[in-house]
């Protein structure tokens, strides 16, 4: 017996169905800085999220109250070049009131890209078939005054061959739970890396890291892990040895949320979704070329 469709607002729009008559589905481009947020998640108790600063600055443009779904929810802390969000609105307006009216709603470290609206089927979050993050450590004696909560820094020395050499066993799909935060709600664990590529770009050393979908700190942890292979704490062989002992306490090593950024989500074709490059502005590069040179 099929189940009959119910509207909910945001939610998923089965194949051949559509929105309630005048509501239309929006989707929008969202880039922010972390630093003073605390996540990207609304919170009772605290207005200084990205989700609540983006739903009243939509709500005004739209002049009806609006609330969203995301690509991907991230930490305090965390930034975004490439966040994806979308909503259900009555209100008609030009794609321009949805960047730069939403945009004069809202403080500076919260921005918003592109406008576009989708068919019904579209879904920021369960529509997505990969997601790209971008990792970026400074390795030098003494940290950078100018770019302090926009990377992660180490005065240890890192050596990138190590670093590749133990990032090679996270390649495709296994168990991540060595990898993933106590409070992680996700139903499993597994899930398939598809790249993990490592490389200089300037003074900063960047993990590019892409998968179908992450676990809670899954990207973090990696990090934590291979900065400890590369300072020569561990062998490369230990990340196998961590991936395989299916226990977060095997690593334990979290690294700080302020050198991570959500840099690309992407959909399938019949979306026509906007293609940006990837940033942050710290790292002027198409995805897939980090450490292409093979430099150390």
Not at 52 to 78: F, H, M, Q, Y
Not at 114 to 140: C, D, G, K, V
Not at 187 to 196: D, M, W
Not at 208 to 225: D, K, P, Q, Y
Request: one cysteine or more; a positive charge.
């Amino acid at each position: 017996m099929s189940r009959i469709y119910e509207y909910k607002p945001n939610g998923e729009v089965p194949p051949g169905e559509s929105l309630p008559e005048g509501l239309r589905r929006v989707a929008l481009g969202v880039e922010y800085c972390g630093t003073r947020l605390r996540g990207f998640q609304k919170q009772k108790h605290d207005p200084q999220t990205v989700q609540e600063t983006l739903e009243k600055a939509i709500s005004k443009v739209a002049a009806e109250p609006v609330t969203l779904v995301c690509a991907g929810r991230t930490d305090a802390g965390v930034h975004a070049t490439g966040q994806v969000i979308h909503f259900d609105t009555r209100a008609q307006r030009p794609t321009k009131a949805w960047v730069q009216g939403v945009n004069t709603q809202m403080p500076f470290d919260v921005r918003v890209q592109w406008a576009q609206e989708m068919p019904p089927q579209f879904h920021a979050r369960f529509s997505a078939r990969n997601r790209t993050y971008r990792y970026l450590i400074h390795s030098a004696p003494t940290r950078s005054a100018q770019a302090a909560s926009e990377v992660t820094w180490t005065e240890r020395t890192q050596d990138l061959a190590a670093m590749r050499a133990g990032a090679r066993h996270l390649i495709g799909e296994h168990d991540f739970s060595s990898f993933r935060a106590a409070q992680c709600q996700a139903k499993s664990p597994v899930r398939r890396l598809t790249r993990l590529d490592i490389g200089r770009v300037g003074q900063l050393i960047v993990l590019e890291i892409s998968a179908t979908a992450f676990l809670h700190h899954m990207v973090r942890n990696i990090a934590g892990v291979l900065m400890a292979v590369g300072r020569g704490d561990r062998d490369p062989a230990w990340v196998r040895d961590v991936l395989e002992a299916r226990d977060r306490s095997a690593a334990g090593v979290t690294a700080p949320p302020h050198g991570l950024y959500l840099v690309d989500v992407r959909y399938p074709d019949e979306f026509a979704m906007p293609v940006r490059e990837p940033g942050p502005l710290l790292v002027p590069l198409p995805l897939g070329t980090i450490g292409a040179d093979g430099s150390a």
